[in-house]
């Protein structure tokens, strides 16, 4: 007989996600993600100003409005007829590697390694490092007052085969704290050339609207050297030493096996090739992505809308009563494929694509580990695809940078026509994201976002086909039913964000 295991609410994801699992002789034998909450962005944006969009759609979420600001920004220059400047292109490549870098330490430090490190491990530490002796004091001086929640969001946790080795836990545990300042100097990289953050300013349709000088080139260089040293001294390295404690972790995980990605950093004007590339991977066969295959499934969706829309015709009828909907997430489909979103499809695609950088770091990844390319397509797998993509754009943010002429235009004028649409396909942290725009009497008309949430959070199809994170918990070993850590670990290689999958 199965048991019900609950993941309700998950912990240190974005947004409000509940999993319920059914659980037969410790495996996981069938899981439905839940995104609770419904917000109507998609319905407030209609009969706007469209340059309204870029500064509505950032208000989706407060960890990714640079890509939704750039994925609007994309579809209005489409909807206008635009082709960007070489600084306004290269300054939008250098806003979003930026935020990619910050954002992926993020994920890693301070969302995903606690399920793995043993900060409690931080009570022994008797060294002379004074950030560590300040977090063991106040650990310590938490752990014995009598408040509610002591020493979150460290704890509580889930109970579970935290690392033993001390020494891997205090070096993680001090990069958890340097990993604060660091992604101090990446949103300060993207405040220099988009005017602010959360939801910069400077995004705007035809380019961006910050100028380019010396001094914000010498600024933005300075932390970047910043960004690289911590990804290069710490991050990889400690994905590396955390995966060689956990290696069934790649093994566990591993999802429906199709990945879809966009494409993301334009290296021409034209925007004919992209730095990381798009494509569809579908049963390992890579095929050129066509947009006109996307549709969203809304039989399991409280959506009273129709089944199957393109997002170009797409609607977001809220049906809170809906009979079987068990979640505010439509289903995203390719050509009726589920298909996984995000730094692994990114790497996935990058890899059978033959870009340079992403073969090479991965094939020498692979000889290094003594991993086999399927070991890839797991739950740790997701983080090392993170870690290799981090490395690759903060060493290419570097080129871009060079290549800024200060004082020429990052912007190009343009008028709204009458009647007109266009489609921003861009990439976000998390994976694929897609603005789809219609502008009707100088209006928006429709305005549909697919984010990669929805992809990877996605409940059942039509067909009854389980989305990519529910396929990827099935077959995992739960331990221990009141705390099913196992799961929890599987969800967050995904990295979640249910605020911009709820959209
Ligand atoms: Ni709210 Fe987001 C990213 C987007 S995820 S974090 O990355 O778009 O669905
Ligand atoms: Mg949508």
């Known amino acids: 007989m199965a048991t019900r295991v609950m993941l309700d609410p998950i912990t240190r994801i974005e947004g409000h996600l509940s999993i319920r699992t059914e659980v037969e002789n410790n ?88 399920d793995f490190v043993d900060v409690a491990a931080v009570a022994k530490y008797n060294g002379n490092d004074n950030s560590l002796n300040e977090l063991k004091a106040w650990v310590n001086s938490q752990l ?70 010396a001094d914000k080139i010498a600024a933005y260089s300075a932390r970047l050297k910043k960004l690289r040293t911590f990804v290069d001294t710490a991050y990889l390295p400690d994905v590396i030493e955390v995966a060689k404690v956990y290696p069934e972790y790649f093994d566990i995980g591993k999802g429906c096996g199709n990945f879809l ?90 890899y059978h694509y033959e870009q340079p950088q992403i073969k090479n770091i991965i094939d020498d990844t692979l000889t290094k580990t003594g991993l086999q390319p399927r070991h890839l397509v797991s739950a740790l797998g997701r983080h090392l695809a993170r870690a290799l993509e981090t490395k690759i754009i903060v060493d290419r943010c570097a080129e871009w940078l060079e290549q800024l002429v200060p004082e020429k235009p990052a912007f190009v004028d343009f008028e709204i026509p009458q009647n007109s649409h266009g489609i921003g396909l861009w990439e976000a942290p998390r994976g694929a994201l897609g603005h789809w725009l219609n502008i009707k009497d100088y209006k928006i008309s429709n305005y549909q976002c697919v984010v990669p949430t929805t992809w990877n959070c996605s409940p059942r199809d039509d067909q009854g086909k389980p989305g990519p994170v529910e396929q990827a918990l099935v077959g995992t070993r739960i331990e221990d039913e009141q705390n099913p850590i196992e799961a929890a670990r599987v969800v967050r290689s995904f990295d979640p964000c249910l605020a911009c999958a709820v959209h």
């Open 27 to 114: 495996h996981v034998v069938e899981a439905y993600c839940s995104g609770e909450m419904f917000r109507g962005f998609e319905t407030i944006l209609r009969g706007r100003d469209p340059l309204d969009a870029q500064q509505i759609t950032q208000r989706i979420c407060g960890v990714c409005p640079v890509p939704h600001g750039l994925a609007s920004i994309l579809a209005q220059d489409q909807a206008y007829g635009i082709t960007l400047t070489k600084n306004g292109r290269l300054l939008r490549n250098l806003i979003s590697g930026a935020n990619f870098v910050q954002d992926h330490i993020l994920h890693f430090y301070h969302l995903s390694a606690v």
């Open 261 to 350: 990605a966009y494409g993301i950093y334009p290296e021409s004007e034209t925007d004919t090739e992209r730095f990381l590339p798009g494509g569809v991977l579908l049963d390992n066969e890579l095929h050129a992505l066509n947009a006109a295959q996307i549709t969203e499934d809304t039989r399991f969706s409280r959506f009273s809308s129709p089944s199957g829309l393109n997002p170009n015709v797409g609607q977001s009828a809220a049906d809170p009563g809906k009979q079987d909907a068990y979640t505010w997430l439509k289903a995203p489909r390719y050509d009726g494929h589920v298909v996984e979103v995000g730094p692994l499809a990114r790497m996935m695609v990058g």
């Open 144 to 213: 014995n007052s009598n408040i509610l929640f002591p020493a979150a969001p460290f704890l509580p946790r889930y109970s579970g085969n935290y690392i033993e080795n001390d020494e891997l836990n205090f070096i993680a545990l001090k990069h958890y704290l340097e990993a604060m300042e660091v992604r101090k100097a990446g949103t300060q990289m993207v405040a220099l050339f988009a005017g602010k953050i959360p939801h910069p300013a400077g995004l705007i349709p035809g380019g961006v609207s910050e100028k380019v000088t």
